[in-house]
């Protein structure tokens, strides 16, 4: 248990109480000793316990100021690993969200790949620890609008709830390494099914067409809403295009390669579709959303109008009551 200051003189170092006495110790008795001293004091006399003194106050500053610093590199009653700052481990939850979901992304895409290559069914242990770490994802982003809503934490909680982000998107990554020999183990397969290549070479031209499609709705966007609503998919297409030609060279060359290698160049190929399919959903989402607002906003509209006339008719009656208001005709 901690234990609190005693106070009085207790919490006095020994040499203050020296200090003090020496200060206010009475003079001798006899009266002619006492006219002596009043006579003949000098500053002399005061050296030495003011030197004391001051020596007292210099070794009870010190202690203070080292005591202060040791409790605030302190975890436990007997010390430990020094204890960060909300700011700084609110830095670290926000780091790990970002590298969280940067990693499941990615699992997502080479268990895809996978799945091209090699099946449907392929890595089931890598497919149940992607599974894991979307969960942890999620769960660390609700703690995270939950951090961000409208209402405050205290101190403690907001440390607790940070702390869980941190340590969940660290399990989902620590998860999904565990699990990468899965994939490891297809990527090194001896030669890649011909089943494989072709359906490969068909998905990429089918995201060819869906890329066309979708830089004429990302042109239609741009002529119906302002440059801020069609910001997020601005570049989309352009980047889509150049996943697309990256996966064009590599079924080529797994065409022409043997063995492992052209495994690897599959491999590579599907990652790139994945990403380029990932590209072209997000324009044809975001021409959804938009046109669902658009659908919204003469019902708000009218709703805004509705409240406004309301609020202008309470201000009125209110107005209405002032002294000296002449009354409605």
């Not at 020994?14 to 006492?34: I, K, T, Y």
């Not at 001051?54 to 070794?59: D, F, L, P, R, S």
């Not at 481990?89 to 970002?98: E, F, M, P």
Request: charged share 30%.
């Amino acid at each position: 248990m901690r234990r609190r200051p005693t106070r009085g003189f207790g919490t006095l170092p020994a040499g203050v109480l020296v200090a003090a006495w020496w200060l206010s110790r009475p003079a001798a008795a006899d009266g002619h000793a006492r006219q002596q001293d009043d006579i003949g004091t000098s500053g002399a006399d005061l050296v030495l316990p003011l030197a004391l003194l001051a020596a007292v106050v210099a070794v009870a500053a010190y202690t203070f100021l080292t005591r202060r610093r040791r409790a605030a590199t302190r975890t436990t009653p007997h010390g430990g690993v020094p204890v960060p700052e909300l700011a700084e481990l609110d830095g670290r939850a926000r780091a790990a969200l970002v590298s969280a979901d940067d990693a499941v992304r990615t699992g997502r895409e080479e268990l895809a790949a996978a799945a091209a290559v090699a099946g449907a069914g392929a890595a089931p242990s890598f497919a149940q620890a992607l599974h894991h770490a979307e969960g942890e994802l999620r769960a660390a982003f609700r703690l995270r609008l939950e951090l961000d809503d409208a209402r405050p934490e205290d101190e403690p909680a907001r440390r607790e709830m940070l702390e869980e982000v941190v340590a969940r998107c660290a399990d989902a990554e620590r998860r999904l390494a565990e699990a990468a020999g899965a994939l490891d183990a297809l990527r090194s397969a001896p030669e890649p099914a011909k089943e494989a290549l072709d359906a490969a070479e068909e998905r990429c031209r089918e995201l060819g067409g869906r890329l066309g499609t979708a830089e004429a709705a990302l042109t239609a966007l741009r002529g119906r809403y302002a440059p801020s609503a069609v910001a997020p998919v601005a570049t989309a297409p352009d980047r889509a295009e150049a996943r697309l030609r990256s996966a064009r060279d590599g079924l080529a060359r797994a065409r022409t390669a043997a063995g492992p290698e052209a495994v690897r160049q599959l491999w590579a190929a599907e990652a790139a579709l994945a990403q380029a399919e990932l590209l072209v959903d997000a324009v044809d989402r975001r021409a959804v959303e938009l046109a669902e607002a658009a659908g919204r906003l003469p019902g708000a509209l009218a709703e805004a109008e509705a409240d406004l006339a309301e609020a202008a008719k309470v201000l009125e009656d209110l107005a209405e009551g002032l002294p000296g208001r002449p009354p409605r005709v």
